[in-house]
């Protein structure tokens, strides 16, 4: 991918003034990694910004890793009514620059999407609407060839937990939540418990409990799959370090998930203390696992992924963010990773953002996309690639 060097902080300033006091803060500069106070002009110019793991949105396993569409499947808007059900399809570039976005016909449920999935001529986002519901469609090439289906499904007992597919089975992970004890009062229970909805016969069934267990009882975490594995980071336990913790599991076309083991503790290497963002974006592709943003986050980390097992490798802070951002959607392709929409400390965005990873693993500085912006300011984003 060739990038416009000489000309992208001016871009970036231009694009981002209207309505908002830019200043210094458009040098994106890798340096300062330890966070603190965000630019409040600079992220209000940005975007409108602010993913999923969860949840935030991110490129599903089972989709290609590299190509030349751009899938987006968008949940959030301005307005009194923020759901919405928007898709959209743009080409890329040989220079990595996204032309106009099609609209496509819209999904059938209104709001975020959480996780999502390519799996057996389908693909399969899991949205928060009707408590919990899935919605699929026929896909090939990368072109939607169906009508949209969908259901509302069954919910695990407690609240607080993590969503993701194992090829068109959708996984509900952990989660916590109050119960009435014998003397009439309450206590908190973690759940560790991993239950399966399967895909069968053009729907999905009840829940059934895994053979496999989280390590411990956990809500609140965020979650991406990647390359046959998904990883868990974050989120509340009874372990008082969780926030920084990440496991890994190989996913399980039986179980729906494997083993999940800590690979690494998450830690800022600038200030080398644990790194626990609130609603954070999770990347994964092309042997590439980054931490981007979250609520009133700016700070990048990245580290490598390692194929046979899909451990994770020493951390590295990389070029942080313009501004705060999360809700974004996050493809990592050419050894470029993209942040599609996203919320930041006011407002959404309709900007598409990118930095390159050069070979020793540092990452450039943050550009505007120089072709389209969304077709409106949205959060809750999943982006594809094909």
Same mark, same amino acid.
């Given at each position: 991918?060739?990038?416009?060097?000489?000309?992208?902080?001016?871009?970036?300033?231009?694009?981002?003034?209207?309505?908002?006091?830019?200043?210094?803060?458009?040098?994106?500069?890798?340096?300062?990694?330890?966070?603190?106070?965000?630019?409040?002009?600079?992220?209000?110019?940005?975007?409108?910004?602010?993913?999923?793991?969860?949840?935030?949105?991110?490129?599903?396993?089972?989709?290609?890793?590299?190509?030349?569409?751009?899938?987006?499947?968008?949940?959030?808007?301005?307005?009194?009514? !923020?759901?919405?059900?928007?898709?959209?399809?743009?080409?890329?570039?040989?220079?990595?620059?996204?032309?106009?976005?099609?609209?496509?016909?819209?999904?059938?449920?209104?709001?975020?999407?959480?996780?999502?999935?390519?799996?057996?001529?389908?693909?399969?986002?899991?949205?928060?609407?009707?408590?919990?519901?899935?919605?699929?469609?026929?896909?090939?090439?990368?072109?939607?060839?169906?009508?949209?289906?969908?259901?509302?499904?069954?919910?695990?007992?407690?609240?607080?937990?993590?969503?993701?597919?194992?090829?068109?089975?959708?996984?509900?992970?952990?989660? $916590?939540?109050?119960?009435?004890?014998?003397?009439? =009062?309450?206590?908190?229970?973690?759940?560790?418990?991993?239950?399966?909805?399967?895909?069968?016969?053009? *729907?999905?069934?009840?829940?059934?409990?895994?053979?496999?267990?989280?390590?411990?009882?956990?809500?609140?975490?965020?979650?991406?799959?990647?390359? $046959?594995?998904?990883?868990?980071?974050? *989120?509340?336990?009874?372990?008082?370090?969780?926030?920084?913790?990440?496991?890994?599991?190989?996913?399980?076309?039986?179980?729906?998930?494997?083993?999940?083991?800590?690979?690494?503790?998450?830690?800022?290497?600038?200030?080398?203390?644990?790194?626990?963002?609130?609603?954070?974006?999770?990347?994964?592709?092309?042997?590439?696992?980054?931490?981007?943003?979250?609520?009133?986050?700016?700070?990048?980390?990245?580290?490598?992924?390692?194929?046979?097992?899909?451990?994770?490798?020493?951390?590295?802070?990389?070029?942080?963010?313009?501004?705060?951002?999360?809700?974004? *959607?996050?493809?990592?392709?050419?050894?470029?990773?993209?942040?599609?929409?996203?919320?930041?400390? !006011?407002?959404? !965005?309709?900007?598409?953002?990118?930095?390159?990873?050069?070979?020793? =693993?540092?990452?450039?500085?943050?550009?505007?996309?120089? =072709?389209?912006?969304?077709?409106?300011?949205?959060?809750?984003?999943?982006?594809? !690639?094909?």
């Amino acid at each position: 991918m060739r990038t416009r060097r000489g000309s992208r902080t001016k871009l970036l300033a231009l694009a981002l003034a209207p309505g908002a006091v830019v200043g210094c803060a458009v040098t994106f500069a890798p340096g300062d990694y330890a966070g603190g106070a965000v630019d409040a002009g600079a992220v209000d110019a940005l975007a409108a910004p602010d993913v999923v793991a969860g949840d935030a949105g991110v490129a599903p396993d089972g989709a290609p890793a590299a190509g030349r569409r751009l899938l987006v499947i968008a949940g959030e808007k301005d307005g009194p009514e !923020t759901a919405t059900n928007d898709v959209w399809l743009a080409s890329i570039d040989d220079d990595g620059d996204i032309g106009p976005f099609e609209v496509l016909p819209p999904g059938l449920f209104r709001g975020a999407p959480v996780t999502a999935s390519v799996a057996s001529g389908r693909l399969f986002v899991a949205m928060r609407a009707l408590g919990r519901s899935v919605e699929h469609v026929a896909i090939a090439a990368g072109v939607l060839t169906s009508a949209w289906q969908g259901q509302a499904i069954e919910q695990p007992p407690f609240g607080g937990y993590g969503q993701v597919f194992s090829g068109s089975s959708l996984l509900a992970l952990g989660g $916590g939540g109050e119960v009435m004890t014998d003397d009439g =009062g309450t206590q908190f229970v973690w759940d560790d418990t991993i239950r399966v909805a399967r895909f069968e016969d053009g *729907g999905f069934g009840a829940l059934e409990p895994s053979p496999t267990r989280l390590p411990l009882g956990i809500q609140g975490m965020t979650m991406v799959p990647y390359a $046959g594995f998904v990883y868990l980071f974050g *989120g509340d336990s009874a372990a008082g370090d969780q926030r920084s913790r990440v496991y890994v599991a190989r996913l399980d076309p039986t179980a729906g998930v494997g083993e999940l083991e800590e690979t690494t503790r998450v830690v800022n290497p600038a200030t080398s203390q644990p790194h626990t963002p609130s609603s954070p974006i999770l990347c994964a592709g092309e042997g590439r696992f980054v931490i981007a943003g979250g609520t009133s986050s700016d700070i990048v980390l990245s580290s490598t992924i390692d194929g046979a097992d899909g451990s994770l490798g020493p951390w590295r802070a990389v070029t942080k963010l313009p501004g705060a951002l999360r809700a974004a *959607g996050c493809v990592i392709y050419d050894d470029t990773v993209h942040l599609v929409g996203g919320f930041g400390v !006011t407002s959404r !965005t309709d900007r598409i953002i990118r930095a390159r990873f050069a070979a020793d =693993g540092t990452l450039g500085e943050w550009e505007l996309s120089s =072709g389209e912006k969304l077709p409106g300011p949205r959060s809750g984003v999943i982006a594809l !690639t094909f």
